[in-house]
């Protein structure tokens, strides 16, 4: 076991750097650096300033030693400092955390809460009017793009209501009612197309269960239908669900990116994009390099889970 | 009477074992998936509207008129008008045109690229194989959209560029299922047969084996189209896709529209229904192909 988790550990270590590698030179190739950006509001710039600037921001160097530069403030934890707002980027980026996961754990609820039941009933009533009608909710909810799914239900709400849902951030402390209708509303949209990809992999992994011949001695045993599925079948059937749980879990961050933005509030996601449009190195090596390693952490735990939820998974060679 | 080979028409016996017509197999694939078939009509539609839109717009796309800035649905602008009263159905109809041809570009290339990625690595399999492995798991690590994202941020908007950074992340995908097909190709006999004959390695890969990797390549093409829209949509929302003035979906839902919704909820409703209905169709589209052409890849 503490072998295996010490050779997923170096695997992840390694994609790591790869990701660091491909996010490092991507961010280079863009036309335009923060210089530019910051001076094009302000007109004219003498090319003394601007050296001076580049000198501050440590631009002037080659690129591969901004690369070790940067890979050695990860690792000893100094995230650097954002160009456009003059502030170490962990300061920036501490407050941002509990906002998307958050956001990102709620979604995560709905998806469950949504997808496993109804994975589960389509599963039973197999190739029934239910399953067909279950089956296009579930991919309609895959191909809505879920940004505009918010935008909907917030129009909705305005049409039906007369109620505008808060256009600013509400913290729990100020007001935990409201904070907490704020955050369903996206997490709805965003947990409504996670559900589809799990109610599938429930409903096929559920089929596919059903066919075994412990099944059908629980059956003959006379146990009623609900405690066979739900007890007996569901158990064996929830592995590869559980894997893409894991997997959504990261991805809603993909996700999140656009919602955070619709329901202006402020995450890591939107904050992702705004740094983009500024070029803010920093905060966007930074921010991407933090959701590939939730997505290796995830992944990680997931491998970890299957230990508990399925003896039958040594963690051998 | 001429004489005849011995062994046809024997009567009775099943005439041909000639292949069903193209309108069979159509007409086979539509009575068992009618979902499929659903699907396929819908994708027809928008490919009908993107080469005609032209003929089926009723304005200019992007001519404003400011006397019918947010005009409401009715005979003279059918979906209604935007904020600088440009016509919103023309433009749906035109952002068909847009959102299909990025669509189908990026899903192309990525997987024609992650293709042959795919086919060679499975193909030579050992250390190349392990290496390219590792360099798709680096690229599928991160969430579709955020690479995407960071592409299209670097390479500045314009629309081949957002077909590029659309693209990337979709050849990790198509190298991983084309792989998958290789390697079980490149064990059958004929291809043993091939390499006895003394083709070069080159031949047997792209002549013999891609070919038979072509059902498992449409599955993923159609399965990709329909999330290449949506990113593409969130792209040019969010500002980093399809620069102005061409109409694009996303761009039409973008933060000038989301201003407007309260007082014309038309601005975002339906260029949002037209795009999910070109990915509820392709999505449709791709669920039914991959259960006639693929059965091993068969899922919920």
């Known amino acids: 076991m503490k072998a295996y988790i010490a050779q997923r550990l170096g695997i992840g270590l390694l994609t790591l750097l790869g990701m660091s590698v491909v996010i490092f ?34 631009l002037d160097r080659p690129v591969w030693v901004q690369y070790v530069e940067w890979l050695r403030q990860i690792v000893t934890g100094d995230l650097g400092k954002s160009y456009r707002y003059d502030l170490p980027a962990w300061e920036i980026i501490r407050p941002l955390i509990p906002v998307t ?10 998806a469950v809460a949504l997808g496993v039941p109804l994975g589960v009933i389509s599963a039973v009533r197999q190739d029934t009017a239910l399953d067909y009608a279950l ?24 049409a039906w209501f007369g109620w505008i849902p808060p256009v600013t951030y509400v913290s729990p402390s100020q007001n935990l009612w409201l904070h907490v209708v704020q955050f369903s509303l996206p997490a709805l949209a965003v947990g409504y197309r996670s559900s589809a990809l799990i109610m599938r992999i429930t409903r096929s992994s ?3 269960v059903m066919r075994e011949d412990y099944i059908r001695t629980a059956r003959a045993k006379g146990q009623s239908g609900r405690v066979v599925i739900w007890r007996h079948a569901l158990k064996n059937a929830i592995l590869p669900v559980v894997t893409v749980i894991g997997i959504e879990f990261a991805f809603l961050i993909g996700g999140l990116v656009v919602t955070e933005t619709v329901f202006n509030l402020p995450g890591l996601a939107r904050f992702l994009v705004e740094a983009i449009l500024w070029r803010d190195y920093p905060i966007v090596q930074n921010l991407v390099m933090f959701i590939a390693i939730v997505v290796i952490v995830s992944n990680l735990v997931v491998d970890m889970l299957y230990g508990f939820l399925d003896p039958r998974v040594r963690y051998g060679h | 009477m001429a004489t005849r080979p011995l062994g046809v028409e024997v009567p009775g016996a099943p005439v041909a074992l000639h292949r069903p017509g193209a309108w069979t197999v159509l007409a086979r694939f539509c009575r068992k998936k009618p979902l499929g078939a659903v699907g396929g009509f819908l994708m027809l539609v928008i490919l009908f509207t993107a080469v005609f839109a032209d003929q089926l717009a009723t304005y200019d796309p992007i001519a404003t008129d400011a006397g019918q800035s947010l005009a409401r649905p009715g005979p003279e602008h059918w979906l209604g008008a935007d904020h600088l009263g440009r016509d919103i159905y023309s433009r749906i109809v035109h952002g068909a045109r847009v959102s299909l041809i990025v669509g189908l570009a990026s899903t192309l290339l990525g997987s024609v690229l992650g293709g042959v990625i795919g086919l060679l690595s499975g193909y030579i399999g050992g250390h190349t194989d392990l290496v390219t492995q590792r360099v798709m798991d680096i690229l599928q690590g991160l969430p579709l959209l955020v690479l995407a994202l960071v592409m299209s941020a670097a390479l500045g908007p314009s629309i081949p560029n957002v077909v ?21 190709i490149r064990e059958m006999q004929y291809v043993e047969a091939a390499r006895a004959l003394g083709l070069r390695h080159l031949r047997i890969a792209f002549r013999h084996i891609l070919p038979n990797t072509i059902g498992p390549f449409i599955v993923l093409c159609t399965a990709q189209l329909g999330s290449a829209i949506l990113v593409e949509a969130a792209l040019s929302f969010l500002g980093l896709g399809i620069p102005e003035p061409y109409p694009s979906w996303g761009r039409m839902l973008s933060v000038s529209a989301a201003e407007y919704a309260q007082k014309a909820p038309w601005l975002v409703l339906f260029p949002g ?24 890849l068969r899922g919920g």
Request: aromatic share 6%; charged share 15%.
């Open chain 1, 101 to 110: 996961l958050e956001l990102a754990a709620l979604s995560l609820v709905v």
């Open chain 1, 135 to 158: 089956r296009v909710f579930s991919l309609a909810g895959l191909s809505m793009p879920s940004f505009w799914l918010g935008m909907v239900i917030i129009l909705t709400l305005v």
């Open chain 2, 273 to 296: 229904l037209a795009i999910s209905l070109a990915v509820f169709g392709s999505n449709l589209l791709g669920d039914a192909l991959r259960d006639t052409l693929d059965p091993r």
């Open chain 2, 164 to 184: 590029i950074a659309i693209s990337i992340p979709i050849i990790p995908r198509a190298a991983r299922v084309i792989r998958a097909s290789v390697l079980s």
């Open chain 1, 206 to 208: 559920l089929l596919e």
């Open chain 1, 25 to 58: 030179v991507l961010l280079r190739l863009a036309p335009g650096d923060i210089v530019d950006i910051l001076f094009s509001t302000g007109g004219y710039v003498n090319p003394v300033e601007r050296q001076a600037i580049e000198r501050e921001l440590g």
